[in-house]
Nanobody, 116 residues
């Protein structure tokens, strides 16, 4: 299995924006549907956004219209642009393949904290 490395999290005020990045170090990245997940203490990991091999996307209702997932296969990277952030978006964000278990290990994640 291959490791993923997430980055781009931080502390932001409500209404602000952040852009998360996730890099995979394998040659099969481009054929995998990739997704962003998030988790808060005591809760199960939640699927936030998915991008398929052809570029089509799906979003959780809670982030629809505010978050945008994209990918750059040449860089083995998937992104999550998060706008109009809310305190309830506070979580550790992870990327991985859409279907678990997949070819990737879970990375460390990146903390996103939204203050009110």
């Amino acid at each position: 299995q291959v490791q993923l490395v997430e980055s781009g999290g931080g502390l932001v005020q409500a209404g602000g924006s952040l852009r998360l990045s996730c890099v995979a170090s394998d040659s099969t990245f481009s054929i995998n549907a990739m997704a962003w997940y998030r988790q808060t203490p005591g809760k199960q990991r939640e699927l936030v956004a998915t991008i398929y091999r052809g570029g089509s996307t799906n979003y959780a209702d809670s982030v629809k219209g505010r978050f945008t997932i994209s990918r750059d296969n040449a860089k083995n990277t998937v992104y999550l642009q998060m706008n109009s952030l809310k305190p309830e978006d506070t979580a550790v964000y992870y990327c991985n393949s859409r279907w678990i278990p997949g070819p990737y290990l879970w990375g460390q994640g990146t903390q996103v904290t939204v203050s009110s």
